[in-house]
T-cell receptor, first 109, second 115 residues
Framework: DAKTTQPNSMESNEEEPVHLPCNHS???????IHWYRQLPSQGPEYVIH???SNVNNRMASLAIAEDRKSSTLILHRATLRDAAVYYC??????????FGKGTRLSVIA | DTAVSQTPKYLVTQMGNDKSIKCEQN?????MYWYKQDSKKFLKIMFS???????INETVPNRFSPKSPDKAHLNLHINSLELGDSAVYFC??????????????FGPGTRLTVT
């Protein structure tokens, strides 16, 4: 049980920002929110993670709601190479990652 | 330099055979994992190893036997292969077991097809 809820699919135009939502309403205080993505025919790739504060890195930004029951992965400018399945995962560190179905992002040129 | 590598990339074999998949990481990580991604694309943990010791076995049939000769390697041996074993198998590693915040690095996957 992934314990997160994501839309099955989303579509974006190239060069535009993308906001990928995730609900984790039963998150515990020690759970981090991790995002991974899986490009076609490749292994999952780490994107970003956070606990309470918003986080930025070279790949994306992670906005975490104040009550921590939801989060949003933000790709600032989608490219064709960002087309992938994006997984939102809650994890407290002592257990392996539990992947759900994720959101399949399509990027239109 | 490939961080997590797996061999072979593709493996086609017949039911009943025994096969192995090898995994190596050059990141100096303590923890390694095997995941299985089935035809419906669900990715599920199979095993977790920390410092060559088995930490987690997620109710995987005992036909699957992981072996870790050292921290950098985690191999997966499968006996008496069945049709249902057809899947993509991913190896992964992470720095420290039990650390609250860590990221996992995944290999490219091994596509196993059992005929």
């Amino acid at each position: 049980d992934a314990k997160t809820t994501q839309p099955n699919s989303m579509e974006s135009n190239e060069e535009e920002p993308v906001h990928l939502p995730c609900n984790h309403s039963t998150i515990s205080g020690t759970d981090y929110i991790h995002w991974y993505r899986q490009l076609p025919s490749q292994g999952p790739e780490y994107v970003i993670h956070g606990l309470t504060s918003n986080v930025n890195n070279r790949m994306a930004s992670l906005a975490i709601a104040e009550d921590r029951k939801s989060s949003t992965l933000i790709l600032h400018r989608a490219t064709l190479r960002d087309a992938a399945v994006y997984y939102c995962i809650r994890n407290s560190g002592n257990t392996p990652l539990v992947f759900g179905k994720g959101t399949r992002l399509s990027v239109i040129a | 330099d490939t961080a997590v590598s797996q061999t072979p990339k593709y493996l086609v074999t017949q039911m009943g055979n025994d096969k192995s998949i090898k995994c190596e990481q050059n990141l100096g990580h303590d923890t390694m994992y095997w995941y299985k991604q089935d035809s419906k694309k669900f990715l599920k943990i199979m095993f977790s190893y920390n410092n060559k010791e088995l930490i987690i076995n997620e109710t995987v049939p005992n036909r699957f036997s992981p072996k870790s000769p050292d921290k950098a390697h985690l191999n997966l041996h499968i006996n008496s292969l069945e049709l249902g074993d057809s899947a993509v198998y991913f190896c992964a590693s992470s720095p420290i077991w039990g650390q609250i915040s860590y990221e996992q690095y995944f290999g490219p996957g091994t596509r196993l097809t059992v005929t």
